[in-house]
């Protein structure tokens, strides 16, 4: 094994340990600020109870939550930079290495006969989104998804005509309860039908969102009154972010990637 790609397969484990038993500083900075502002008594026991949660896994080194989620990766690497082998390969290493290690639950089946790899890793996983950059840098994000939110995501394939927040409003009223909220809501809206899903998921990872549209749905959402864990409360979501891509004249795809409250994720510099 190469000293690079070595390299990779260790931050590969270190940005997954950081991610399944932390959370980011602006994600409990979410949590915090919504308890203190939050006007129903059981929702904001609810929200200290997260806090706790992310306090005892770091503490104990332990996963956050029993569903440590697939293996997904956010990969920025330089034009310039030459890795011997494949960067799927390598990280695929990390994560087989991770699991055993955390440890992580084996997650990865066969979509008919739910077949199990047992080590997380298999066709199509681990998932990458890879980006060049300029120069010979790299960097590995890793950002698990649980099944329990990332079963309420979904595609819509609008009319032009349609209003997607007034969609969009609608759908987390319907699926928000079984998502393990509070939650964190990546919109993608444009593209075409694939694209539309992956301008979302792209969303979560570019979380937090700013834009007074952004703000807008956000305020609409915790009118829903739905609140933490489905129970009640102010805080239905903590943050809402819209990637947009032109679309065809004739459609308007909108992709909403629902993401728990415990929206982990880690970086780690590899160069």
């Not at 697939?70 to 991770?98: K, N, W």
């Not at 840098?137 to 950002?143: D, E, N, P, Q, R």
């Not at 699926?175 to 998921?201: E, H, Q, T, V, Y």
């Not at 009118?223 to 979501?237: E, F, Q, R, V, Y």
Request: proline letters at 6%.
């Amino acid at each position: 094994m190469s000293e690079l790609r070595d390299r990779v397969v260790q931050a590969t484990v270190r940005a997954l340990e950081r991610a399944e038993t932390s959370l980011p500083d602006w994600v409990l900075k979410e949590i915090q600020e919504a308890s203190d502002r939050e006007s129903n008594a059981l929702a904001r026991q609810h929200l200290q109870f997260m806090l706790d949660n992310v306090r005892i896994a770091g503490q104990s080194r332990l996963p956050l939550c029993q569903d440590t989620g697939l293996p997904i990766f956010h990969v920025r690497m330089g034009r310039d930079l030459r890795l011997d082998g494949s960067i799927y390969e390598a990280i695929a290493e990390g994560v087989r290495i991770a699991t055993k290690k955390i440890p992580l639950r084996p997650n990865a089946v066969h979509p008919l006969t739910r077949k199990n790899s047992g080590d997380n890793t298999g066709p199509g996983m681990p998932d990458i989104i890879l980006d060049y950059v300029d120069g010979r840098g790299l960097s590995i994000t890793a950002f698990p998804k649980g099944a329990g939110s990332e079963n309420m995501s979904l595609v819509g394939m609008l009319n032009p005509a349609d209003d997607p927040f007034d969609f969009i409003v609608r759908m987390v009223a319907e699926r928000a309860a079984n998502a393990c909220p509070p939650l964190f809501l990546g919109i993608g809206l444009g593209g075409s039908f694939d694209l539309a899903a992956r301008l979302a998921k792209r969303a979560l990872l570019n979380m937090p969102g700013t834009s007074q549209e952004e703000t807008q749905l956000l305020k609409r959402i915790n009118s829903l009154g739905i609140g933490p864990m489905g129970l009640g409360g102010d805080t239905t979501a903590l943050g809402v972010k819209i990637e947009t891509a032109l679309c065809h004249t004739a459609s308007l795809p909108v992709a909403i990637n629902f993401q728990c409250w415990a929206s982990r994720s880690a970086t780690e510099m590899v160069l």
